[in-house]
């Protein structure tokens, strides 16, 4: 009996980073990972810790987790890269949302409206001052929107750092190991099942990413509602003069596109929003939705190398805001649903789901994001 370990399901930024805190509090921390190391969404995600620009559609509560973690994000930093002993290219040049059609520009003007509204830190800008900030962008951008707080790290860094800080404070991971079904005994999560056994632990913690909703049923809970939301995103190379600086979202003729470009040169452009269930296909009907707009708006990309296309599955709960914290199971917890949003959720999720499972209380912070939203 091995009772004394905490067990985590998945090996994403989720898990990685309530493991590497856990770990690190010196308790045995063992991450099981179905797949290779490295193959989840958060290595595929732009890395861009923007609340403020992203949450525009959302609720007001997620935003507020969303503007929290940003707070935290510099100190997050500054201990992951010390524990790793790696950078996660943390890049604090702000964002800047243009607009390039007059329709564009009217529709950005509402989301200003909308953000001066909500109390928040942003700045409009003439179409000179945009193209100012960035002089790569077509003549036709014509307005903007900069936030100087949100900024951008890059993210496949992010959960190398993170795999490294929980090896190193004595975390151990299982990859190609699969989990089937949480263990309930009596109103508590006693262990997991494997395709070739059982692990006990003393907690559990489901940080299954877009898979979160397969493992069933957990004693009297549902499973948890959360579904694959399919995102494509290429990447290309910028020569060492880079054509932009900083993270731009675009609205041109009514299609979105951000770009957000990292210290080594590669520029990352993306991303659909599909609804096509477990689909990973890179799609012909993507790359005219991303590159035509992206080309329009930036016209020196064309000419650039393509290195990558990526697709992941973004986990998407019912209401689309994260699933955190303590259940109704005794010793069973929750870090998923985050969405277009866990790179930015990361600290927040690292340290008060930890805190959750050392304590066995959810924090003010995280109350509103429990599981029991959905089981009423
Ligand atoms: P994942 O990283 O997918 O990890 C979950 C892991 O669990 C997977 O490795 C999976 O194999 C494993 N697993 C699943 N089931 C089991 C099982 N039964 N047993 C064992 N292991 C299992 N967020 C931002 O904050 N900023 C961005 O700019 C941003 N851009 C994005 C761009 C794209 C194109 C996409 C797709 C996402 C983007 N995101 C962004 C969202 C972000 O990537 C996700 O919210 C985040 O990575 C989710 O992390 P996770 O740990 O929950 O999931
Ligand atoms: N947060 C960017 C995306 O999900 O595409």
């Known amino acids: 009996m091995e009772r004394d370990r905490i067990l985590i399901v998945g090996g994403g930024v989720c898990g990685l980073g309530v493991g590497w805190k856990l770990a690190k509090a010196g308790k045995r921390v063992v991450l099981f990972e179905k797949a290779p190391l490295r193959t989840g969404a958060t290595w595929v995600s732009a890395g861009m810790l923007a609340p403020q620009m992203e949450l525009k559609d959302e609720e007001e509560t997620v935003l507020r987790l969303g503007r929290e973690s940003l707070r935290r994000w510099k100190n997050y930093r500054d201990e992951l890269e010390a524990d790793a002993d790696m950078s996660v290219d943390y890049r604090d040049d702000g964002t800047l949302f243009a607009a390039f059609g007059r329709d564009d520009v009217t529709q950005l003007r509402e989301l200003y409206e909308d953000q001066i509204r909500t109390g928040l830190e942003v700045e409009w ?22 936030s100087s707080i949100e900024h951008q790290v890059d993210a496949a860094a ?20 699969s989990v089937e079904s949480v263990l309930i005994e009596d109103g508590c999560a006693v262990g ?17 990413g877009a898979w979160s909703g397969l493992l069933g049923e957990m004693g009297a809970l549902s499973p948890a509602p959360v579904r694959p939301v399919k995102g494509q995103i290429f990447t290309v190379q910028q020569p060492k003069e880079p054509l932009i600086r900083r993270v731009i979202w675009a609205l041109l003729d009514g299609e979105f596109v951000y770009l957000a470009p ?20 890179p799609t012909i009907g993507a790359a005219l939705k991303l590159l035509r707009p992206a080309c329009e708006m930036l016209p020196g990309l064309r000419e650039l190398p393509m290195i990558k296309w990526g697709v992941g599955l973004r986990p998407g709960s019912r209401d689309n805001a994260p699933i955190l914290g303590k259940t109704t199971v005794e010793r069973l ?42 089981q009423k």
């Open 125 to 146: 800008m003439s179409g000179s001052q945009t193209r100012e900030m960035e002089p790569c962008l077509s003549r036709r951008a014509s307005a903007g929107i900069y």
């Open 158 to 177: 992010v959960g190398d750092a993170l795999i490294r800080a929980f090896q190193k404070c004595g975390g151990e991971i299982r990859d190609h190991t």
């Open 192 to 208: 997991v099942q494997l395709e070739g056994g059982v692990e006990e632990g003393s907690a559990i913690v489901v940080a299954a």
């Open 262 to 281: 990292k210290s080594d040169g590669r520029l990352m452009v993306g991303a659909t929003v599909e609804e096509r269930g477990f689909d990973t296909q």
């Open 333 to 374: 917890f929750m870090a998923t649903g985050h969405y277009r949003n866990g790179i930015l959720f990361a600290p927040v999720t690292s340290e008060e789901v930890s805190a959750a499972v050392l304590t066995g209380e959810t924090s003010e912070t995280i109350a509103p994001y429990s599981l029991e939203r959905f």
